[in-house]
């Protein structure tokens, strides 16, 4: 279905492919009411984006997806209304971007070995909205180096699980990452907890650990998720009674038919996390 909310998705700020008043404009065509970009790891989409929304009558959530790790897995955990500029989210941003600078650093040395190439950082930043480089913007630099043919072939050979450009991040603990958001008056949400490999029992462990810190909220209604995941998240969501979320997690034009908005019905036994702000 087509939501009039979006509470997740991406722009240039982080690994999106639109700037942030092109996706709020993409917004208002698909006839979204209420949107919360959430960008990884940093507020910037939110910023550039929040005067376009206002003078178009958009509702533009404060969001945020914060990147943290719980028994040995990375997690992303949603921040939603919260202070963009508390102290807890100035140092939750500061934090991710130096893991984020660090990792790059790595990744690059890594790649300029593999490809026998001189891989320059500073260029890479060029094709990132923020400071917020990931494996995207890699990607897209080699492609137009002309030392890949695609950037599929780029992640494939280079920057994919278990290739060289795929380096492990030193992220904060989920816990640490809940606190933030709570702290800045924010709702956390565990975001696509359908999407991590992990055994139910394993998830459950988890989930509890994230409601201990604070978590209030899950997404239940996510992209292209099937019925029957969708139904273990409401489910889940009911046990701990945990709040609903809904997204997209567009990240731009693709060939899969996901856009902003689209998503499976919200469950109706959940009480949706815009309550709290409506």
């Known amino acids: 279905m087509n939501s009039v909310i979006d509470l997740h998705c991406h722009t240039t700020a982080s690994d999106g492919s639109l700037s942030p008043s092109a996706l709020v404009e993409r917004a208002l065509e698909r006839g979204i009411k209420t949107l919360a ?33 719980w028994g040995g897995a990375t997690i992303h955990i949603v921040g939603l209304n919260m202070d963009v500029d508390s102290p807890a989210m100035k140092e939750a941003e500061a934090v991710q971007l130096k893991a984020r600078q660090e990792r790059c650093v790595i990744i690059a040395e890594r790649l300029s070995k593999k490809l026998n190439q001189d891989v320059s950082i500073e260029e890479v930043r060029q094709y990132a909205g923020s ?48 606190r933030w958001i709570v702290e800045a008056g924010g709702t956390a949400v565990m975001a696509h907890a359908h999407l991590y490999k992990m055994t139910r029992t394993k998830l459950r462990a988890c989930m509890a650990d994230f409601v201990e810190a604070g978590g209030t909220a899950m997404e239940v209604a996510y992209g292209q998720m099937d019925n029957n995941q969708r139904g273990q998240m409401a489910t889940l969501a009911k046990d701990l009674e945990l709040m609903g979320s809904c997204g997209s ?29 409506q």
């Open 249 to 277: 997690d567009f990240h731009g034009p693709n060939r899969f038919g996901l856009d902003l908005g689209v998503m499976p019905d919200f469950p109706k036994d959940i009480v949706p996390v815009w309550t709290q702000w």
């Open 131 to 178: 400071d917020i480089v990931g494996r995207p913007h890699f990607a897209r630099y080699l492609v137009d180096k002309g030392w890949v043919p695609s950037m599929q072939v780029a992640f494939n050979k280079y920057l994919g699980a278990g290739k060289p450009g795929d380096v492990k991040t030193s992220w904060p603990e989920l816990a640490q990452v809940v």
């Open 37 to 69: 970009i959430t960008d990884h790891d940093t507020l910037e989409g939110f910023r550039q984006a929040r005067a376009v929304a206002a003078e178009n009558d958009l509702t533009l959530i404060p969001g945020i997806e914060l990147s943290c790790v």
